[in-house]
């Protein structure tokens, strides 16, 4: 299926790793150009020539830290804009979680929440402009049940839906579609659950033993769904909250 991204433009926060470099690598085989940042030089060099394998398409990756740092984050979008020659798509990928800090309110209201509204602020102007104006915001299972310990990262993911899905009301008659993208439980190197499986072996063999389909979920299979509601493909899908867990979560969803 051609998903209609040749030549788009992609604009996501974060994305050196996990699910975001798996989402960025779909984006460029299809023919897209990506932005995207890290704090860290090494995992900006390792994912550029990632993606750069994937597609043919331009990459722009900066290293950049957007903690505390509204301002610079509102700077760093609208460069990647101009530079990009617009912006098509919005990827917020950034969460406190990939520093660590589920528990940490502050952190997570300016990663995950702020990451979001002011992406979109920034942005809104390009979306609009664009013929498939598309935003695309990162949540988890873990808001939509209660999961391990009341934390930050749990309520906040769910505020992260909730936003979203008035965005896709507000932001409809600008032609941009906005859809949440909820993970369940993705196992990759370096991620959280790596980190779990050594440090509390019981809550990783506990979910482990949970999962219907006997395995922990993979980066690329998130990716690929995060590409296709991105995309023009699926021009119909607006306010959607997109669950990828292998069936995880015991829930009924009308």
């Given amino acids: 299926m051609d998903l209609g991204l040749k030549g788009k433009k992609v604009i996501m926060n974060g994305g050196a ?39 043919s398409g331009k990459v722009l990756a900066e290293v950049f830290d957007m903690a505390d740092n509204h301002e610079g984050y509102k700077a760093w979008l609208a460069k990647a804009a101009d530079d990009l020659g617009g912006c098509d798509i919005f990827v917020h ?12 309110w502050q952190q997570g209201l300016d990663m995950d929440i702020m990451g979001a509204v002011l992406g979109v602020e920034v942005l809104t102007p390009h979306l609009e402009a664009s013929d498939c104006g598309s935003i695309v915001f990162m949540s988890s299972t873990a808001a939509l049940e209660t999961f391990v310990a009341p934390q930050a990262f749990n309520a906040l993911k769910a505020a992260l839906i909730t936003h979203a899905s ?20 993705i196992y990759y190197e370096g991620g959280n659950w790596e980190m779990i499986k050594g440090v ?32 023009p493909a699926c021009p119909y899908m607006t306010g959607a909250n997109i669950v990828i867990d292998g069936g995880f979560t015991q829930r009924v969803q009308f």
């Fill in 17 to 55: 790793h996990g699910l975001g470099l798996a989402s960025l690598k779909h984006f460029a085989a299809e023919g897209a150009d990506v932005a995207f940042f890290s704090r860290k030089q090494d995992k900006i060099d390792a994912a550029k020539a990632a993606i750069d394998k994937a597609g």
């Fill in 93 to 104: 990928m950034a969460s406190s979680s990939g520093t660590g800090g589920t528990g940490d």
């Fill in 166 to 185: 008035q965005l896709s009301q507000a932001l409809a008659g600008k032609g941009i579609r906005v859809n949440t993208v909820s993970p369940g439980a």
């Fill in 200 to 231: 509390v072996p019981a809550l990783y063999e506990g979910t482990l033993a949970k999962m219907p389909t006997g395995r922990f979920g993979e980066p690329d299979e998130v990716g690929k769904a995060v590409v296709f509601v991105a995309s």
